[in-house]
Structures are given as C-alpha cells and as structure tokens.
C-alpha cells in the first residue's frame, strides 16, 4: 500500500527551520519534496548543529526523504524553470522575507495563472500583511513577541529560551495543517490558495489563556519556574538520589491517589489541600510536603510507587536517557537510516502514528547539494544532459 501523500508533489524553497520543517513532515508520509537551494548558496542547515567527519547531524533529520535539485532564482531563466516545475507541483514551501517571491516575478497570482491548484504555504516571521511585514523574524524573535519568552524562566532571573527552535517549529506545525486543509478543499474547488503562517502568530496561538486573564481578570501571567500560578502539586520534585522528578496530581481525584503513596491519606481532606484551589493557594507549602517524602528513597523507587497509584509522573531525560528508555524503542522513535558517510544514521521517528498508511524515511536526503538534478529536471522537465550541463555552466544550476 502506498503513503498516504505520495501523489503530492511539492517544492520547498527557503533554508533552515520553518519552510523546510513543513517540508520534512509532508515528505514523512509520502511527499515527493523536492527541495530547491541556488547553486551558489547552499542551505545553512546542512551545516548546523554538532558535526561529525564535516557531516552536520542537523541535516539528515531535516531533509530525510528529499530530493535535492538546483536552481537560481535571482536569474531570469531559473524563474521561468521555476515557472514550469510549478505546473508539475501541488504545493510550494517558501520561508523568505515577504516580498522576495514577489522580486523574483513569482508572485502567487502569477503562478497561479499557470497552475489554478497550486497552494502556496509562506512561513514568515510576522506574515504577508501588516506593519512589520518587512521585518527580518527568526524563531527566537517570534518566540519573544509572541508572548512565550516573557513566561519562561524563575520569576527571579531574565525570560530565557526554550532548548529547542520551538517557534520555527510550531509555525511548520501550523503551516502543514493549513496546508493539508488547503488540499483538501481543493478536492471540492479545484482551486489553489495561499497558506499564510507566522511564526508569531503560530506562538501566541498555543499561549492558553493569558489575553482572557488580562482583559478580563485584569492579571498578567509572569515568569513561575517550574509552577504554573494556582495549579498545585505540578512540579519537579528531589529524591534521595539527587534526581529531579516530575509529578502532577492536581486533579482532585489524582490528588487523594498521591496522598494514598505518600501515606499520608489525611492531606487529602485537610482544608488546605481538599480542593483544586485550595491547594493553589497552598502551594510552596504542599510542594514542600511532596518533596520531603521523595527525597526518602531513589527516584527508581519513587516512580513506582506513583505508577502503581496512578499517578502522572515521570523522570526528566536527556538524550541518553532517551535512547535506552524500552518505551522508545517499542514505539519506534528511534529509527535509523543509512548514511553516506556516517552509516547507519539515527534520528525521531514519525509522529504521529497512522494504523493504516504510517510513514516511512526511506533515506536521510541528498548530503551533495543538487544530487537529484539529473533525475528532476529529466523525469519532470525531459531535460538531457546536454541541457543540464549548459544550465549549469550558465550558473542557473
């Protein structure tokens, strides 16, 4: 049985997180991305993160099952070969500043005049229209202005980040969804349109309630830590061990199951912690009583006795942890594809799960830039070698 996206054929333009992230994932289940870089100016991913033999680690999970071609858009006859692999296309994936498709003559409504059901998903840092239009917007500043930095941090220090590009992220997460949606009311239009995300818009649209609190409780959600205001016992917890633990148990229900591990049943109908906002208001008090008993035996011990109460709580993991917990590996969220260079190459699996057409990564991408020139620009254009060679020469490939 095929993936559920292999007659979807898209080209991705744009370099480093969010365009190319929104690539990855449709490629994930059966795209056939082909991702265009100029000849001349590869992406910088290739190159970030940690390296090993001069092979950036980064790379392979954001282009896994890619094709990679060439093409100059800044001259006019890699624009009108632009022009001619967008009849062949569903989708095109753009990330530039606004403005720049435009600068190059290919605007949405001039490419829509060739292909009426191209969908044309453009990530931004603050999207095609308004009045910061024009800014230059990486994850970090979408992060910031989208209100999830201010929130992030001890209450006591400066906002910090998040260690991950969680905005570019969340805005390729937001661009595939509005791009699927696209595609599927083509089915009933028979006509394209343009999927416009921003990065901050993508962050501010997963910060809960805090217009809500502002406009209407007159309150401002600010840095907490590892709490969140009125919501008790959520947090991290030390055990004999000297390791750090997650628990959160406060649902009522949940709360009175905590109460029975920690034994001590009679917190549970104590006035300052029987319900939900009682133990908000108790909370520096309740976390204190929590973490005296977790630190009387070893995390190991202390999460089993939770599991067997059912109660939410876990250990807090770094890669290493990662990679030998058994719930990975039955889940198949370590997958591994082989390398060039490097071998058998490990990366996340695919999320989410499909029961009846999951995903594949069928490779780790193109490691040479235009490695799939040839392939491409025959099989969709009939380009021959004579031709190809010519481009190249002429710096259009």
Sequence with gaps: MGLPLDDIKVLELGTLIAGPFTGRLLADF?????????PDKADPMRQWGKQKDEQGLWWPVQSRNKKSITLNLRLEEGQQIFKKLV??????????????MEKWNLSYDTLKEINPGIIMVRTSGFGQDGPYKSRAGFGSVGEAMGGLRYVTGFPDRPPTRIGISIGDTLAALFATIGCLTAVHERSRSGE??????AIYESVFSVMESVIPEYLLADYVRERMGNVLKGIAPSNIYQTKDDIY??????ADGIFKRLCQAMEQP???????????IARGENMEELDQLIEQWTRT?????????LEENGVPSGPIYSAKEIVEDPHYQAREMIIHAEHPVLGEFPMPGIVPKLSRTPGQV????????????????????????????????????
Excluded at 87 to 100: M, Q
């Design 192 to 197: 394209g349109q343009i999927v416009d995300t």
């Design 266 to 276: 009679e917190l549970a109908v104590n006035e300052k912690y029987a319900t939900h």
């Design 245 to 250: 633990i997650v628990i959160g148990a406060n």
């Design 87 to 100: 009849k062949e296309a569903d989708i095109i994936i753009e990330n530039f500043r606004p403005g720049t």
């Design 30 to 38: 059966g795209a056939d991305v082909i991702k265009i870089e100029a």
């Design 362 to 397: 069928k490779h780790v991408g193109a490691i040479k830039l235009g490695a799939d020139n040839e392939e491409v620009y025959a099989r969709l254009l009939g380009f021959n070698e004579e031709q190809l060679a010519e481009l190249m020469e002429k710096g259009v490939l």
């Design 297 to 305: 035996m070893p995390a190991q011990d202390c999460l089993a006795v």
